[in-house]
C-alpha cells in the first residue's frame, strides 16, 4: 500500500484530497502547513508528497527543497498541488518537485500521475538495487584484486631491492605491471639483475611474472649460469603464455670481484653503464628476441662481456621510461634527446636517477601510456670484512639447502 503524505492549508482541499486517495486503497497523513510536512516527514516514511505551492506563509518550493536534502539515497517523489498558470511559475515548481496537478484538482488525472510515478518508483527502486549489487561484487572484486596485487609486488619485486646499491623506479599504467624486477645473490658471489617487460598491460601482461620470478629465483640459488637461466625462462614463457604475449628483458650478472658484467638484452632499450674512471658511457643494446617468441634451438642466450669498475652506474629502462612522454613518433624522439640531455648534464650516477625521475614526473601527458620502470645499479667494493656491500650480502643472502642420498639395491650390495 501506497503511504501518502498531503500538505494543503485549504481544508476543503486537503480533505477532498485525503477521501480520493483513501477510496484508491491508498494511506494517507494529511497536514495543513509546511512546518507540519516537514515534522511528518521525519517522523515516518512516505512514498509520495503531495504539496500545496503556497500555504500561507510557507513556500512549498523550500518545503520540497528541504524534503530533497532530508531523502538522501531514498527516492520520494513530490508532487506539486497548485492554481498557477504563468509557464515560469511551473517551470520554477519543476525543478525542485517531480510533477504538478494543476487546481481544481481532478480525480482521474490525480490517480494518473500517481500510478505513473509508481512505476518511476519501481524503476528506480530496480536501478538502485542492481546499483547495490554491482557495489558488492565490484567491492569483493577490489577485495580481491588488491589481496592478488600484494602477493604479485612481493614475487614481481622481491629478492634484494632494498640493496644500498639498487635503486628503482616503478610506475604502473593499470593496477597490475607488466614490468618485473628481480634480484639475487648467486652462489658464485656475483649480483644477477633482470628487468622485463611483458607486452599489453594490467593482469594479462602481469601473469608472466610468476613463472620467471620461480625459475629466475630456483635456479640462481642452485648456481645455474645466465645461458641456462634464459633458457629456462624463455621456454617457460613460450609453453605458458599466448603467443601474443611476450617479455622484452634484460638479465645481468654483476660479477664485482672479477670486476666483469654478463649482460643479455632482449628487446628492452639500450642500458647504460655510467663509468667513474671513463669519459664515455657504455651502452648494453637489444641483440636477441624478447623471451617466450623462439623456440630453443633458434634462442641466442649467449651473453656480452663488458668491463666493470667500482662506482660505475648501471641504469636499466623499460620502454615506458620513453613512452612516458608521449607514443607517437615525434614524442618518443623527443623523449630520447630528454634522457640523453639528463645523461650529458650530469656526471654522477645518483645525479642522473634523481633527474630522468624528475624529467618523466614533470613532462610525462595525464594519462599514462605503459608501465615505468627505470633502475639504477651502483657497482660497489666486494672483498673485505669491513665492506658494507658484504655485510649486506651476509645478511641477506639465502642458505642454499643441499641434499645428498646415496641409495644401494641388492645387486649392487652383494659385490661388497
Request: aromatic residues 10%; proline residues 4%; contains cysteine.
Amino acid at each position: 500500500m501506497l503511504n501518502i503524505l498531503v500538505a494543503e492549508d485549504n481544508r476543503a482541499e486537503r480533505l477532498f484530497l485525503a477521501d480520493v486517495l483513501k477510496d484508491a486503497g491508498f494511506a494517507v497523513k494529511d497536514v495543513a502547513s509546511g512546518a507540519e510536512a516537514i515534522q511528518a516527514f521525519q517522523d515516518a516514511t512516505f512514498d509520495l508528497v503531495l504539496l500545496d505551492v503556497m500555504m500561507g506563509e510557507d513556500s512549498g518550493k523550500d518545503v520540497a527543497s528541504e524534503m530533497r536534502a532530508l531523502q538522501k539515497d531514498s527516492f520520494i517523489p513530490v508532487v506539486f498541488i497548485t492554481g498557477l498558470s504563468v509557464p515560469a511559475d511551473i517551470a520554477a515548481c519543476l525543478k525542485v518537485g517531480d510533477d504538478l496537478v494543476q487546481k481544481p484538482i481532478q480525480k482521474e488525472i490525480l490517480l494518473a500521475k500517481i500510478d505513473a510515478i509508481q512505476r518511476v518508483k519501481k524503476l528506480y527502486s530496480k536501478i538502485k538495487y542492481q546499483r547495490d549489487e554491482i557495489d558488492v561484487h565490484r567491492n569483493a572484486i577490489l577485495r580481491e584484486q588488491d589481496f592478488a596485487k600484494k602477493i604479485y609486488d612481493r614475487i614481481a619485486r622481491s629478492g634484494i631491492l632494498d640493496s644500498p646499491y639498487i635503486r628503482h623506479y616503478v610506475s604502473p599504467q593499470a593496477f597490475f605491471n607488466g614490468d618485473v624486477i628481480l634480484a639475487a645473490n648467486h652462489p658464485l658471489g656475483g649480483l644477477l639483475f633482470f628487468v622485463g617487460d611483458f607486452t599489453g598491460h594490467g593482469l594479462p601482461a602481469a601473469l608472466g611474472a610468476l613463472p620467471l620470478s620461480d625459475i629466475f629465483y630456483s635456479m640462481t640459488a642452485k648456481g645455474y649460469n645466465v645461458p641456462q637461466i634464459l633458457r629456462a625462462m624463455n621456454q617457460k614463457l613460450r609453453d605458458v603464455l599466448p603467443s601474443e604475449i611476450f617479455c622484452a628483458a634484460i638479465l645481468l650478472y654483476i660479477d664485482t670481484k672479477e670486476r666483469y658484467l654478463q649482460a643479455w638484452n632482449g628487446g628492452l632499450p639500450p642500458g647504460r653503464i655510467r663509468h667513474i674512471n671513463a669519459s664515455d658511457d657504455t651502452l648494453i643494446k637489444s641483440k636477441h628476441m624478447p623471451l617466450g617468441i623462439l623456440e630453443d634451438l633458434k634462442f641466442d642466450a649467449d651473453p656480452e662481456y663488458i668491463e666493470i669498475n667500482e662506482g660505475d652506474h648501471i641504469f636499466l629502462f623499460s620502454d615506458g621510461v620513453y613512452e612516458a612522454f608521449g607514443n607517437n613518433e615525434q614524442e618518443l624522439e623527443h623523449a630520447h634527446r630528454m634522457v640523453d640531455e639528463v645523461f650529458e648534464k650530469y656526471l654522477k650516477g645518483d645525479a642522473i636517477f634523481e633527474g630522468i625521475i624528475r624529467a618523466i614526473s614533470e613532462l610525462k601527458g595525464p594519462v599514462q601510456n605503459d608501465d615505468v620502470t627505470l633502475v639504477d645499479i651502483k657497482v660497489a667494493p666486494f672483498g673485505g670484512d669491513d665492506d658494507e656491500q658484504l655485510d649486506f650480502l651476509k645478511e641477506t643472502k639465502d642458505k642454499i639447502d643441499w641434499h645428498l642420498s646415496l641409495f644401494l639395491g641388492p645387486n649392487s650390495l652383494r659385490f661388497f
